[in-house]
């Protein structure tokens, strides 16, 4: 169905993304915050200025290419942290059952009845914008998913032979969870995973974006975006750039995804 | 029967009670609830007045008590102290915006989506299938928020032809509604796409086709009916979502309706609006996921 050729692209551009947003300091001649009142809202393209510069004069190819830094370092620490969590909590929810198995279920289906946006925000909010914050609103308010998953997946494996056979042979329950039914678990999670990167990303994005998120000096693009809308009659070049940089970015994250799904899923 | 009924209203209720309770918790968590709602420079007797006024000088338990009281047997939830008017009068101002907005935006997607794609999969390979499948992952791609303002920024700004928020007459419809219907449309696109593809496949579809049916008799009359259970349990769910108010959509375009409401009390850190925003979001939620 889908090409192998957009998935593998889609990872190579990733790469780029990733050494681009390490190599920030080399790449541009710029601060990403100092910004200069004589230069302010040039268009792309301005000498000195290929993507132009912001309502302070700040060059804005320097912001975006920081800004990935962001996006890339919220995109990856939320998914490994909730993927995490969420595993660990479904698998032993999915194994040991009884009341623990009961209640974890009640939590995620309560969770999981909240609309994710309103969560999120209700708890940057609450917690105060910071970088730490967001990674922690966005952690808590996805791990659900992941759990979910992995308890679907562990109440059936569990009835498999392999699971009766370490048990007959006296394996502790961590030793069946962690050895034998998490591998198997695994992969699908890894799926989910690369496909929540993208909505990890879109989801800072826009908590940023409603002022709840990451604060200057650092840059994110959703915040970016937020910057430029004032300015959209004017300095459209702002928003508009900012937020192509935000849908690149997921569009590869999603392409990948849909890669690795198609190369390891079930 | 019966018995699914019961489990089911009563993990509903069990549900409802936790987000209550969280929501509870969560107002006070953000730091003393007098000291928030009074002005800056207001002397003690004046924040001692307010505590006074609103039980907070209760011990939490019986605030707790009082507020469960309060929900369950009379309905109340409190009364905005900024406008002095009750929470629940101006939730329900707002409230059928979301919902009107949420609704033309899934008839539209399910208009768009659907038939786009059982296209694709029954054309599957040729240029409609993958120009489907591209613009599909694109749209689900973009932040909502910026597809939004780009809208803005060519319809509005620069041609002039829509305005640019608010909800005055038929052409303020058109972005909002355009802007979520994107994403659900994607959603739709590829879930039917899948679902018609699996149908395809299928042994009585084989047994349709080797009877000698036509082929759109074969699509229309046999494989939709299968490919489309999975879409209408997407659409319960996407209704549910999207009726709590999409707070991004509804800021951009400056959009009166729940998202938006909860948006500005959470701001200001309002105690008793953010809480009827949450439960009518849970309320919409709970009858689509039951389904």
Redesign the interface.
């Known amino acids: 169905m889908r090409s192998d050729a957009a998935g593998i692209l889609s990872l190579a551009v990733l790469g780029l993304l990733v050494m681009a947003a390490l190599a920030a300091p080399l790449l541009t001649p710029y601060h990403y915050n100092e910004g200069s009142v004589t230069e302010r809202l040039l268009p792309p393209f301005s000498p000195g200025h290929v993507l132009g510069t912001d309502a302070l004069g700040r060059d804005l190819l320097t912001r975006i290419i920081y800004g990935s830094r962001v996006s890339l370092l919220v995109g990856a620490a939320s998914v490994l942290l909730a993927g995490t969590i969420g595993t660990v909590i479904g698998l032993l929810s999915g194994y040991l059952g009884g009341r623990f198995d009961r209640m974890v279920t009640r939590i995620i289906d309560a969770q999981l009845s909240f609309p994710f946006m309103i969560l999120a925000l209700t708890l940057a909010a609450l917690l105060g914008p910071s970088l730490r914050n967001v990674i922690i609103t966005l952690v808590v308010s996805s791990w659900v998913i992941y759990a979910r998953l992995v308890r679907g997946q562990v109440l059936e494996e569990r009835e498999r032979e392999y699971v009766q056979a370490a048990r007959a042979l006296g394996a502790s329950t961590a030793r069946v969870t962690f050895r034998h039914l998490l591998p198997n678990v695994v992969p699908n999670v890894i799926v989910l995973a690369s496909l929540e990167v993208g909505r990890m990303i879109i989801a800072e994005a826009s908590i940023s974006f409603l002022g709840y998120g990451i604060q200057p000096p650092l840059p994110s693009w959703g915040k970016m975006v937020a910057e430029g809308k004032d300015y959209l009659f004017t300095a459209w070049w702002i928003s508009a750039l900012s937020g192509a940089a935000i849908g690149l970015t997921t569009l590869c994250a999603n392409l990948a995804g849909d890669w690795l799904r198609d190369r390891v899923g079930r | 029967m019966t018995r699914l009924l019961f489990t089911g209203a009563r993990?509903t209720i069990?549900?409802i009670w936790?987000?209550v309770t969280?929501v509870f918790f969560?107002m006070r968590?953000?730091g003393d609830p007098a000291l928030l709602m009074a002005p800056i420079d207001a002397p003690d007797e004046v924040i001692q007045q307010i505590r006074q006024r609103y039980d907070l000088d209760e011990p939490i338990w019986v605030q707790y008590v009082t507020y469960l009281r309060r929900l369950v047997l009379h309905g109340d939830f409190g009364t905005s102290l900024r406008q002095s008017e009750s929470a629940l009068a101006r939730v329900l101002e707002v409230a059928p915006n979301s919902p009107i907005l949420a609704g033309l935006a899934v008839l539209v997607s399910l208009l768009i989506g659907v038939p786009t794609g059982v296209l694709a999969a029954v054309r599957r390979g040729s240029w409609i299938d993958r120009a489907a499948?591209a613009a599909a992952?694109?749209l689900?791609?973009?932040?909502?928020?910026?597809v939004a303002?780009?809208m803005?920024?060519v319809f509005s700004?620069r041609l002039h032809w829509l305005p640019t928020g608010g909800m005055r007459g038929p052409e303020s419809y058109v972005m909002p509604v355009a802007a979520l219907a994107f994403l659900t449309t994607a959603r739709f696109v590829r879930l039917v796409r899948s679902s018609v593809l699996d149908e395809l496949g299928s042994d009585y579809t084989r047994t349709a086709r080797s009877k000698g049916l036509a082929e759109r008799v074969v699509v229309f009359k046999h494989v939709l009916r299968n490919a489309l259970n999975p879409v209408i349990t997407m659409t319960t769910l996407q209704l549910g979502?999207l009726f709590?108010g999409?707070?991004?959509t509804e800021?951009v375009f400056a959009w009166p309706g729940l998202?938006r409401t909860?948006?500005r009390h959470?701001?200001r850190?309002h105690l008793r609006r953010?809480e009827p925003?949450?439960r009518r979001?849970?309320r919409r939620?709970?009858p689509g996921?039951a389904l």
């Open positions: 993990d069990i549900t936790l987000v969280a969560l968590l953000s499948v992952t694109l689900q791609s973009m932040p909502n928020f910026w303002l780009m803005i920024l700004v979502t709590g999409s707070v991004v800021t998202g909860g948006q959470r701001h850190r953010a925003g949450h979001d849970l939620h709970q996921g």
